[in-house]
């Protein structure tokens, strides 16, 4: 059965609005300048006799000499010393970690090119999320500062030392304050460097604040259980989920543990098995998590406290339903859900994004309800990825601005750009005397820092974490320091006259008295396996039995602040994005052109708007708004964006950084002055105002660049179906067709790939793993407006309404356009596919890509003459062209081009001249790599030993590379699933990636 | 003139050098045990000892004159034996050199032990002689000092040179001796025909072929064939780098490391057998051998220039045996340029394929400079992988990938070729 069911990826698409199609008619959405080239001034002016000589005679010159060069000198310099472990040209691992992920670090000669995930790591089984992959490259960042700093200028380590350590000894002396600002700190031994350093200077107090803050969720569980931590959530065992605005699959504390767990009960295995889990997602503005939810209720910030009241109260809590005046919908919902969630007592999970500590002990009381806790919520086994305390550090802030503070650090902080006030911060900072920034860059804080004593990269330190209970993990340098940076721990070391003066010798030490003889395991074992992990603690009981009277009373006066009457009111909600996060990483370019998950737009932050409202307010796409609090205000292009709560809009955090470095620098805007502090927690919501001024701004966004001109090619079922019928929506029973060609035989093997759509949560860490492994240029803002992103993967996004198939009309499309909101979202992966009849082969020129008798579609660069045919002739719209030399042309010096950064290039993978063609090639530098290996140990090739870099780090598992000619493969096996469909199969161009239909478990209602 | 003056210049010091040695050499061949001596000596005694240098162990010049012959010879053949009896010279030595022991001899008699010391007398009697410059080597051979063996390339352009000029004056000289007797027999009185008469003869000769309309046809044919054939073949060498050898920063042999001494390439160029790059071997690597392997019998107790490069690079000091800091690495000219845009990968050709290297490096243990051997193009590639049978033998990876082909089954050869090995994506990603 084909589905008629339409889909779409950008409203301009949908309505087919007149630009849409201009655009998409020809090969490139600009015209050509091809007119000016033939016009009177180009073509047809006569060149005198006399020049043209001259030119001739000139090329002809230039010519011989340049071919008199008959051998270019090349030196090749060896090591004088040689490494043992060194062997140029092979890759040396190492295990570190990142974020408290254990990882392996991949160098060749050296230095530090990939970042892959630990398969023995607890968190991410062997995945990275985008940020992850993306870190490499922050180590070959040129913005980050060549030695420490003293007032604005240069100086020395052995001079800061004496200077730090006479301020600390006054003020140890006048007995006044010292702060310790850092973001979350979960290292044992920076713990205790800390620890020690108080020891000495008694008066110190270590606050920890993180950009986006978790206290909400950490004080309820303080006030509930006693425990002030976030708990370990299992979204594994639950059968269902309901999330009141937490994007648990993108941002939310532990993204990656969360989707591996998530995917679990819904990818192939547990189809197979005629299991799947349900999500139901209520939120405001599309979110990562929102997108893969299967069923999706749009609830404004204001209502989502009275929501989670009706809920409790359906659940048979404490009866304080309201129905919500606005949301008829929401209240039908909020009935089922309880329903649900009550046949599925003690395998279902609800969690909620607020910050707000009231919302979240409802939440907690919701789920003591529902019997989560020892089930799908543990306690016993919490997590310490954030730690931070909004109220200590808002109160430090405070002792700064009454003097009485004296000295103040920061750790990986950086609130003269985070907090939500900035003048008043620096004001406070101002009068503190001795200021000392540990950061690696002159960030916004550093800058008004008179000290700042760089620290290393993560991928340059020794250094530990403890991200969960019982979970610990080593950071291992990989290189040697870059620049003239030292720990930020041996600064403290250094200053409290710690005997042990070595931050590598402390680390150790502090393990093998604490860690290592527990675990029965010495320094060297756990350097190979980079972490060791206690296992899990038994979960302990937890009774609630809070009174919520006063958490009720809070949750009503909190929506009554948010819900504002008034004709340009609405409720503002800032999020953290997937790609730029909490803007630490802002200068990375790869993160940068990652298209956000949703919105696919690069570069630059928003305001997301639902289209109907937009259009309410007059406000059209691309139009500069304002939006307005009582205490800020920010101006910034508008993105129309369906599935957005009429009547709210969202604002990415993490952009407008000033002093980040070249890239970074004035991408966006600055959001966090919207955040609010009230009851003890930041606010990541409040009630603004909107109004249109005057300019229009384009943004660089992807979504509908690579149009498949609405071929159907989207393929998906509902559980319900596919129960009835696994083939269900894989459109399986075409007419025969006929091969125009050969095919081809592939006696040795097939490299095949098979991409479960269910499993896909569309995070993009497969293209920055791609964009790392494959030399991946960075374009920057103007040339993806041009549509000219170079990433050999995307993922497409696909919006759909939620009527079943046999409903869609052209007419009811029509009336469709009038609910955008309720949309439906799928995401897939695209990238060559390989195929067999490869419509770019035939019509290439110079046969400069070809087909392999493994199954690959090879395409050799120094062949290409760039005609682009067979970009033009990809019905999958993979190919990309190489419009200049992005590794040599100095408009692309902010991004990697300059010798320094290029040092992360793969030396497997040539980089691309202009001029030429590329597109995926399956990470072939692996595929004969592992085949290479193979032979050398005069063994088969292994199924998973050889791994796509997308594949890799993919952290629900969906995407599966494989050899089809071994049955017994994963992805021969993947294949054979009843799901599997290849995209445009009917033009028989036989693809060799398969693709799993997407299953949604919509209710039976 | 002037040139045949440079060019005895510049000869003048290779027939001093050898006239000296000639007359040195006469003179240093006064007993038979020397020449015994010398070859034990090199064969036993110069890992560790030189004559006016400490190695490993002392210098041996003036070695008779420090000790009796009968502490000698005993102390020769078995010093081990001598240091545990507690002799006292025997403990002196000891403990300056400790923990290096002199090993013992036994298999060497004592003439043997003679001969060795009257050779090192002789050699030790022989004055210094400066090793810098154009060095002379053991054999009589001028050995190329400060870079690029000046003196004979210098005489080879002025022996042309001279040739050539005395083919002018031959000509010139015959010129004016005609002239003279023209002169003297019109003198005479006799008639004497006109040279400028003749040379019209000529240019009409040329003016006439000129007219002739095939001969100018044949000649623009040749032409354009000699020039287009030529400009054919420069095409296709274009980039085409065969045989080129550059000067490297230090006169290594091949043909003295991989011919003469037979060390094996996987000692120096280990990546070959594990990696994508044969990698030139590091610094330590030479060390190993070079610690103690001076050369210094062929430079008079000096150690070889060369070898003093490497000790340079790693800042060593070959008397204190002590690293310094002042290290610099060693930059040697890439000799084969593969583009960057082909992949190879030797580990693949060596260890899979079991390829000699003298398949593409050529005769590499005779060359005494390394030059690119093989054109290194794609056609020589493919032509390669068309030709070459697959090393199946004994490697499971290949099983099933053979059992699949038809070519087998046929009884045909499976070339790499067969087996994919001309596709794009092989060597180009």
């Known amino acids: 059965m084909d589905s008629n069911k339409k889909y779409w990826k950008g409203l301009e698409e949908l309505k087919k609005t007149k630009e849409f199609t201009e655009k998409n008619k020809g090969e490139f959405s600009e015209p050509l300048p091809i007119e000016e080239v033939l016009n009177e001034a180009g073509l047809s002016t006569i060149a005198p006799r006399r020049d043209f000589l001259k030119t001739l005679g000139f090329g002809l010159g230039a010519v011989t000499l340049a071919a008199c060069n008959k051998s270019p000198i090349h030196k090749a310099i060896p090591y004088l010393v040689k490494p043992e472990e060194v062997v140029p040209g092979i890759p040396n691992f190492y295990s570190s970690s990142y974020n408290g992920h254990s990882i392996l670090v991949k160098t060749r000669e050296g230095r530090p090119i990939k970042i892959e995930g630990n398969p023995s790591c607890v968190l991410s089984k062997g995945k990275m999320s985008a940020q992850g992959q993306a870190s490499v490259l922050d180590l070959y960042d040129v913005s980050k500062l060549k030695g420490p700093v003293y007032n604005g200028n240069s100086t020395t380590w052995p001079q800061l030392d004496q200077y730090v350590k006479g301020e600390l000894n006054k003020i140890k002396a006048n007995g006044k304050k010292i702060k310790i600002i850092s973001s979350t700190i979960n290292s044992p031994s920076t713990k205790a460097v800390i620890g020690d350093f108080i020891a000495q200077f008694p008066n110190t107090k270590h606050v920890q604040v993180d950009a986006i803050s978790y206290t909400g969720i950490i004080k309820a569980n303080e006030n509930s259980f006693g425990v002030a931590v976030i708990p370990g959530y299992r979204f594994d065992r639950a059968e269902l989920i309901v999330s009141f605005g937490a994007d648990f699959l993108g941002t939310w504390i532990s993204p990656i543990e969360y989707s591996r767990q998530y995917a679990s009960n819904r990818n192939n295995a547990a189809l197979k098995n005629k299991k799947m889990s349900r999500h139901i997602q209520l939120e405001a503005g599309m979110t990562m998590t929102g997108t893969n939810a299967d069923t999706r209720i749009l609830i404004k910030p204001s209502e989502q406290g009275i929501a989670l009241m009706n809920l409790y109260a359906a659940l048979g809590g404490a009866n304080v339903s309201k129905p919500l005046a606005n949301n008829p919908n929401a209240n039908k919902a909020i009935t089922l859900i309880a329903k649900e969630l009550l046949a599925a007592k003690g395998r279902c999970l609800v969690v909620c994004g607020s910050n707000d500590v009231s919302t979240q002990i409802l939440v907690n009381a919701i789920n003591s309800l529902l019997g989560s806790y020892g089930t799908t919520i543990d306690l016993a086994n919490a997590s310490f990825q954030y730690l931070g305390n909004d109220a200590e550090f808002v109160s430090c802030v405070n002792e700064m601005k009454r003097g009485e503070v004296d000295a103040v650090f920061f750790m990986n902080a950086n609130p003269g750009y985070d907090f939500i006030n900035a003048k008043e911060f620096s004001d406070a900072l101002a009068k503190v005397k001795l200021r000392v920034s540990f950061a690696d860059r002159m960030d916004e804080t550093a800058g008004l820092c008179q000290i700042v004593a760089p620290t290393h990269h993560y991928l340059e330190s020794w250094g530990d974490a403890n991200p969960v209970e019982g979970f610990y993990t080593i950071l291992q340098p990989t290189i040697n320091p870059i620049n003239d940076t030292r720990y930020a721990e041996e600064g403290f070391l250094g200053w409290s006259e710690n005997p042990v003066k070595d931050y590598y010798q402390y680390i150790q030490n502090n393990w093998n008295i604490n860690v290592l003889p527990q675990a029965n395991s010495t320094w060297k074992q756990l350097l190979q396996s980079g972490s060791i992990y206690f296992g899990e603690k038994p979960s302990g009981a937890f009774s609630f039995t809070q009174n919520l009277s006063a958490v009720f009373q809070t949750i009503n006066n909190q929506s009554n602040a948010l819900a504002k009457d008034g004709e340009n009111a609405i409720e503002l909600i800032l999020y953290e994005n997937v790609a730029v996060g909490d803007g630490k990483h802002a200068n990375n370019p790869w993160l940068q052109e990652l298209p956000d998950p949703v919105s696919k737009v690069t570069w630059d932050n ?138 081809y035989e592939h006696p040795g093997h097939n490299w095949v790939m098979a991409i479960d759509l269910n499993a896909c949560t569309g995070c993009g860490a497969c293209i920055v793993a791609c964009s790392a492994e494959n030399n991946i240029p960075v374009v920057g803002r103007d040339e993806v407006r041009r549509r000219r992103e170079m990433h050999w993967i995307r993922i497409d996004r696909y919006y759909t309404y939620n009527e079943g198939a046999e409903k869609v009309t052209e007419e009811n499309e029509i009336k469709q356009l009038e609910n955008l909101d309720n949309v439906t979202v799928i995401h897939q992966p695209m990238l060559c596919q390989h195929c067999e009849h490869a419509p770019c082969e035939t019509v290439c020129p110079v046969i400069a890509t070809m087909h392999s008798s493994e199954g690959l579609n090879h395409m050799a660069y120094n062949r290409c003459i760039g005609t682009r045919y067979c970009a033009n002739n990809c019905p999958y719209k993979v190919r990309r062209f190489n419009w200049f030399n992005y590794w040599n042309d100095s408009r692309f010096d902010n991004y990697l081009n300059n010798e320094f950064t290029q040092l992360v290039l793969n030396p497997d993978v040539t980089p691309r001249s202009r001029g030429v063609m590329e597109k995926c090639s399956m990470c072939i530098q692996r595929i004969q790599g592992g085949k290479l290996k193979a032979k050398l140990e005069r063994r088969t090739i292994k199924d998973g030993e050889i791994l796509t870099a997308c594949q890799q780090t993919c952290p629900t598992n969906a995407i599966i590379f494989g050899d089809s000619n071994d049955p017994k493969s994963a992805v021969s096996k993947a294949l054979t699933s009843e799901r599997t469909y290849y995209v445009l199969e009917e033009i028989n161009t036989l693809p060799g990636v398969g693709y799993q239909t997407k299953i949604r478990n919509i209710a039976e209602a | 003139m002037r040139s045949i003056s440079l060019f005895f210049k510049s000869i003048l010091p290779l027939l001093l050098f050898t006239a000296y040695f000639g007359i040195f050499s006469s003179s240093v061949s006064f007993a038979q045990d020397v020449g015994a001596g010398a070859a034990i000596f090199k064969q036993k005694c110069t890992a560790c000892h030189a004559i006016n240098k400490q190695v490993l162990g002392p210098a041996l010049k003036g070695v008779s004159e420090r000790h009796t012959e009968a502490w000698l010879l005993k102390w020769t053949k078995n010093a081990p034996a001598m240091i545990a009896s507690g002799d006292p010279e025997a403990k002196v030595l000891y403990d300056k050199y400790k923990p290096t022991m002199m090993t013992a001899f036994t298999e060497l008699s004592d003439d043997d032990v003679k001969n060795i010391y009257a050779y090192v007398k002789a050699e030790g009697d022989k004055p210094p002689v400066a090793a810098a410059g154009a060095a002379v080597g053991a054999d009589g051979t001028a050995v190329g000092g400060s870079g690029d063996g000046g003196v004979s390339n210098f005489m080879l352009i002025g022996l042309i040179a001279v040739i050539v000029i005395a083919f002018l004056v031959i000509l010139v000289l015959n010129r004016v001796i005609n002239t003279l007797e023209r002169v003297m027999l019109r003198k005479k009185g006799v008639e004497v025909e006109e040279e400028e008469e003749i040379k019209k003869d000529r240019l009409a000769g040329l003016k006439m072929l000129s007219k002739n309309k095939k001969f100018i046809f044949f000649l623009v044919l040749l032409s354009v064939i000699l020039l287009g054939s030529a400009g054919w073949k420069g095409m296709w060498e274009t980039g085409v780098h065969t045989g080129y050898q550059p000067v490297q920063p230090i006169k290594f042999s091949h043909q003295l490391h991989a011919g003469v001494n037979k060390v094996d390439c996987q000692y120096c160029h280990s990546g070959a057998y594990k990696s994508k790059n044969a990698s030139i071997p590091s610094a330590n690597v030479c060390m190993n051998c070079h610690n103690y392997v001076q050369a210094t019998e062929k430079y008079n107790g000096e150690i070889s220039p060369e070898i003093l490069k490497i000790y340079t690079a790693l800042d060593y000091n070959p008397e204190t045996k002590v690293y310094g800091n002042n290290q610099k690495p060693i930059e040697w000219i890439r000799i084969h340029n593969l583009p960057d845009f082909a992949y190879f990968n030797h580990s693949q050709h060596v260890r899979v394929a079991g390829i000699e290297c003298q398949k593409c490096h050529g005769p590499i243990q005779t060359m005494q400079e390394v030059y690119q051997y093989s054109p290194l193009t794609m056609k020589w590639c493919i032509n390669c992988h068309r030709e070459t049978e697959v090393n199946h033998k004994d490697n499971a990876y290949y099983d099933q990938l053979l059992a699949a082909h038809n070519q087998l089954k046929k009884g045909e050869k499976v070339t790499a070729a067969v087996l994919g090995g001309l596709e794009c994506g092989k060597c180009h990603y």
Request: proline share 4%; charged share 20%; hydrophobic share 35%.
């Open chain 1, 606 to 743: 928003y305001i997301a708007i639902a289209p109907k409202f937009a259009e309410k307010l007059g406000i059209g796409e691309t139009d500069l708004a304002e939006v307005k609090t009582g205490r800020y205000s920010l101006t910034l292009p508008v993105l129309i964006q369906p599935g957005q709560a009429a009547g709210t809009v969202s604002i990415a955090l993490g952009y407008g950084r000033t002093k980040v470095g070249k890239a970074g620098n004035e991408v966006g805007k600055n959001a966090y002055p919207f955040l609010s502090f009230e009851n003890g927690t930041f606010q990541f919501t409040s009630a603004a105002t909107i109004s249109k001024v005057g300019g229009t701004y384009e943004l660089a966004q992807t979504q509908t660049h690579h149009t498949i001109e609405g071929r159907n090619i989207i393929r998906e079922a509902t559980l319900k179906d596919y129960l009835k019928d696994p083939y269900s929506g894989t459109g399986k029973g075409h007419a025969k067709t006929y091969d125009l060609w050969d095919r």
